[in-house]
């Protein structure tokens, strides 16, 4: 009865799409995108099978999709689809989850980051964080023109877009590129990068013992055995008490990402005196997003987030 409510709303959302503005946009001003070798160029690549994965990106965007005026509610989320550092799983962990979001009321943005690779960019570890950076603080100077607050702005990934959403909520005052404020962008850099809150649905959080490799080795490449690096991007070393009030969803039989690192990051929010709420589920596995149709109580976990949001005043 649950998943055939959640496929219901998820109906409902497709056939509502009339009543919701989209549109996409760059979010670095043209030749100026920070850590792009000069010259390199890859061609985007966009595979769909049962889900939308693009790989190759190399002009990070920002799609937003607004809510209708009589349901907009004034808040915010920027959406970080997974896939391990190495594509996006764009349809089911971005665009569908839009469109969910707009249909409670809120504004989403799905976030397409570049992806970490040597052959076109500097110092790749930081370029999915200087994206959502960016992100976060173009939704937030354009606050007004979307009809948002921009004090209910937060962030969402889905594995490797979770440790992104975790980086971000966790190191959102660096790394500042040179480059950024070059093109008349000053006024998005004074800007503030900060989420007022973070969902992190089965999140890689730790580059340590319970890391998924995959997303650790794509991202710090030829640094991956970088003890420094490693603790830098071990996001539950790194939360202190200005990180945001977060929600942690994840699956105990998860093989891709432990548990554990959901876990690790929910005890370091509440050493640190950080709003946290965590849902662990029995079963699921890894990657449903709202594919959750037979995998048992899994399928409350969108209930359970409305809740969270109302109690954090996000939703009112």
Known sequence: MKSTFLATTLLIGTLSLPAMSQSSKPIWPQNAIPNALPGATLTEKVVTTDVERISNVTVPTL?????????????????????GYAILAS???????ARWFAEQGVAA???????????????????????AMQGIRLIRRDAASYGIDPNRIGVMGFSAGGHLASTLSTHWNGPEPATARVGGNESVQS???????????????????????GSRNNLLGTLKDDAAKIAYYSNELQVTAQTPPTFLVHSMDDKAVPVENSISYYLACLKNGVQAEMHL?????????????DKGSVANWPDACKGWLKSIGVLK
């Open 281 to 293: 589920y029995p079963k699921g596995g890894h990657g449903y997003a709202m594919r959750t149709a």
């Open 91 to 97: 349809s089911h962990e971005g665009s569908d989850i």
């Open 191 to 213: 800007t503030s990068a900060q989420p007022n809150f973070a969902i992190l649905m089965y999140p890689v959080i730790t580059f340590g013992e319970k890391a998924h490799a």
């Open 109 to 131: 943005f799905v976030l397409k980051y570049r992806l970490p690779n040597p052959a076109i960019m500097t110092n790749q570890h930081e370029v999915p964080l200087m994206d």
């Open 63 to 83: 799609t937003a999709y607004l809510p209708a005026k009589d349901k907009a509610t004034g808040a915010a989320v920027m959406i970080c689809p997974g896939g």
